[in-house]
């Protein structure tokens, strides 16, 4: 399983200021190249080429680079916003974090520095005529690099910040986690259930502090377990609410030295995260829905199209897997439950769109799709809010034929 460093390292590499840097980094020090380059560059080329004409470029490129990269930033904002105010603010982080919108801001940020260095360079005298060549060569590649990223950049914002994007952006990442719980269903470890529980000699391992598990390092559980010849049974996996009164864990023969070591292997944060967590991008999904379905905003379209992504979505677990390699046998990790899955994403849609029958009947459908996947382990789950959906239309819903529909599409759950 990714260990704690690993998994800080990719949400690193996930900020806006961590790209801007590198971008900005490897210009400066493209840059500054064309001095240590300059000694092999033969005399004569630089009349050849016109290299006195580079300060005027990189001139240009300076002023305009700032009036884009400022431009581009006024529109992210406004993305971020758009996608609070019309999907959810859960989905903001999504946004915040594409790679597209990183790598253009990144690109104009980073060639208005090269431009910036060059032309002071220029003016120290620090590349000489030969260095005017190199310099000169990198400035074509660079603006190369921007007519480039320009062109990309006017595709992507037809769509930065749209419901329908946001909403794939978040059928995406659901879809990653999902995929990656079904490779390990237990995050490395054995099962804990009904059948194998927590031993009545346990001893607790509690939180210090109150939040969401966003990560578990299961390998780094494992290395205690094992340095101490004991086992570990987990209370809490990535989507839990951490609290000092809820246990983390329970530990079978590791000493009170140990709980604080244990409690590093839990990463508790504020919010939820995407990462290992396949139940929060389930409830986002059923969070744009609801968005869509208020009175304010009245976009059924909307979620009957997030009703497809979610039964894409739980369509990956749905099939009869081998038993999962168990290669943290110390560490015992309870399962997601089915019921869980299927409350987190269409019970709040079966509540907020009980008044309207295409809604529910797109809902019954899919709860019929997903019974008859795979080896029926959904079949329980999907019957259940079939029945809550279907009660609560009957409650809300005043033409009986809307009415017979419904119950005609239930009756095939």
Not at 74 to 100: G, I
Not at 260 to 278: H, W
């Amino acid at each position: 399983m990714t260990s704690r460093w690993l998994w800080l390292l990719s949400r690193l590499g996930r900020r806006i200021w961590f790209r801007a840097s590198l971008f900005s980094l490897a210009a400066v020090l493209t840059a500054l190249l064309a001095i240590v380059i300059a000694p092999f560059i033969p005399v004569d080329v630089p009349a050849k080429v016109g290299a006195d004409s580079v300060d005027n470029i990189l001139g240009i490129i300076a002023s305009s680079m700032l009036a884009v990269t400022t431009f581009s930033l006024n529109v992210m904002v406004s993305a971020y916003s758009a996608a609070t105010t019309n999907v959810t603010p859960r989905a903001t982080r999504l946004v915040m974090e594409d790679s597209t919108t990183q790598n253009v801001l990144a690109t104009f940020l980073g060639s208005f520095l090269f431009s910036l260095v060059g032309i002071v360079a220029l003016s120290t005298g620090a590349y000489g005529d030969q260095g005017r060549v190199v310099l000169l060569g990198v400035t074509i590649v660079v603006i190369v690099l921007i007519v480039v990223t320009l062109l990309r950049w006017i595709d992507h914002l037809s769509k930065l910040g749209r419901v329908t994007e946001t909403t794939a952006r978040v059928e995406e990442v659901a879809a990653a986690a999902m995929r990656e719980r079904q490779r390990r269903p237990y995050l490395g470890g054995a099962r804990l259930d009904s059948e194998r529980v927590v031993p009545a000699g346990a001893r607790p391992v509690a939180a210090d502090r109150i939040g969401y598990v966003q990560h578990v390092d299961v390998g780094a559980l494992s290395s205690l377990a094992e340095d101490a010849e004991g086992r570990i049974y987990l209370g809490a996996i990535p989507g839990m609410f951490a609290e000092p009164a809820r246990p983390l864990a329970w530990t079978v023969g590791l000493d009170e030295e140990n709980d604080e070591a244990v409690r590093r292997c839990f990463s508790v944060g504020d919010t939820r995260s995407f990462d290992q967590d396949p139940r929060f991008g389930l409830c986002v999904l059923s969070e744009i829905a609801s968005r869509a379905l208020s009175p304010g905003i009245n976009d059924p379209g909307t979620a009957i199209d997030v009703i497809g992504r979610a039964v894409r979505v739980l369509a990956l677990w749905s099939s009869p897997e081998a038993e999962p390699e168990i290669a943290y046998p110390r560490v015992f990790v309870p399962a997601i439950e089915p019921d869980d899955l299927f409350s987190d994403v269409f019970q709040p849609l079966g509540r907020d769109g009980a008044g309207l029958v295409e809604v529910g009947l797109r809902l019954q459908k899919a709860l019929h799709t997903l019974a008859r996947l795979g080896d029926g382990r959904y079949a329980a789950a999907a019957r259940r809010q079939s029945e809550l959906a279907l009660a609560r239309a009957e409650a809300a819903l005043v033409i009986e034929d809307d009415v017979r529909q419904l119950r005609e599409a239930a009756a095939q759950v």
